[in-house]
């Protein structure tokens, strides 16, 4: 995985706390805004996670919720069962868990970028065809992998209030989503149709056991 990717950070509570101490680090944001930008409570960052526009909240719950499921099914697996290479030539678990993560990560930030260009894209998403793929971090347990896809769903979350005059059926910048309600509704459907290729893995006659 590219350095950028740090960017991402380990875990909620640093996320509240880098935001707050070091304001100017956060993804569209410079150091010139932050001079004059308000005081952020880091005791509000961690009471609740950053608010959803009230017209997206059911279906980025949805989106989120999925991601969640997904990760519970990979947080259980272990750094060879993640690698794990079926012998019917189908992708490896950790194939799907950036897949999964990375569609969702690049759309969402096409949106936000066009919303705020100081926002980048991150088109992380890996080789469609299984001889072709590369892992970004071979090396992680599906505990690790699972903690990189909530990066994502918090990426998605903290720059969610870009999309506040979005309307769910209208169609989001800079994608070929006929509308965010869309976009929304296949994240949902994406992360939950993938996990349930991952499960059938578990049933093959060389999946590690451990």
Same mark, same amino acid.
């Given at each position: 995985?590219?350095?950028?990717?740090?960017?991402?950070?380990?875990?909620?509570?640093?996320?509240?706390?880098?935001?707050?101490?070091?304001?100017?680090?956060?993804?569209?944001?410079?150091?010139?805004?932050?001079?004059?930008?308000?005081?952020?409570?880091?005791?509000?960052?961690?009471?609740?996670?950053?608010?959803?526009?009230? $017209?997206?909240?059911?279906?980025?719950?949805?989106?989120?919720? !999925?991601?969640? =499921?997904?990760? *519970?099914?990979? /947080?259980?697996? +272990?750094?060879?069962?993640?690698?794990?290479?079926?012998?019917?030539?189908?992708?490896?678990?950790?194939?799907?868990?950036?897949?999964?993560?990375?569609?969702?990560?690049?759309?969402?930030?096409?949106?936000?970028?066009?919303?705020?260009?100081?926002?980048?894209?991150?088109?992380?998403?890996?080789?469609?065809?299984?001889?072709?793929?590369?892992?970004? $971090?071979?090396?992680?347990?599906?505990?690790?992998?699972?903690? !990189?896809?909530? =990066?994502?769903? *918090?990426?998605? /979350?903290?720059? +969610?209030?870009?999309?506040?005059?979005?309307?769910?059926?209208?169609?989001?910048?800079?994608?070929?989503?006929?509308?965010?309600?869309?976009?929304?509704?296949?994240?949902?459907?994406?992360?939950?149709?993938?996990?349930?290729?991952?499960?059938?893995?578990?049933?093959?006659?060389?999946?590690?056991?451990?």
């Amino acid at each position: 995985m590219s350095n950028a990717f740090h960017f991402f950070w380990p875990s909620v509570v640093v996320l509240a706390c880098e935001l707050a101490v070091f304001p100017c680090i956060s993804l569209g944001q410079s150091q010139v805004e932050d001079s004059s930008s308000k005081f952020i409570d880091p005791a509000v960052l961690l009471e609740k996670p950053p608010a959803i526009p009230a $017209h997206l909240r059911e279906l980025f719950d949805r989106m989120e919720a !999925a991601n969640r =499921r997904s990760q *519970d099914v990979f /947080r259980k697996l +272990s750094t060879t069962q993640m690698n794990f290479k079926p012998s019917n030539g189908t992708h490896t678990p950790r194939w799907n868990a950036e897949h999964m993560a990375g569609r969702q990560l690049l759309f969402f930030s096409q949106l936000y970028h066009a919303l705020d260009p100081k926002i980048p894209v991150f088109d992380w998403n890996p080789a469609q065809m299984p001889p072709d793929y590369q892992a970004r $971090h071979p090396e992680w347990s599906g505990k690790e992998e699972a903690r !990189a896809m909530q =990066r994502v769903d *918090d990426f998605c /979350r903290r720059y +969610s209030y870009l999309l506040e005059n979005t309307a769910l059926d209208a169609k989001p910048p800079a994608t070929n989503w006929p509308s965010l309600k869309a976009l929304l509704l296949q994240m949902e459907r994406h992360y939950d149709e993938h996990t349930a290729n991952v499960v059938k893995k578990f049933d093959l006659p060389d999946w590690p056991k451990e």
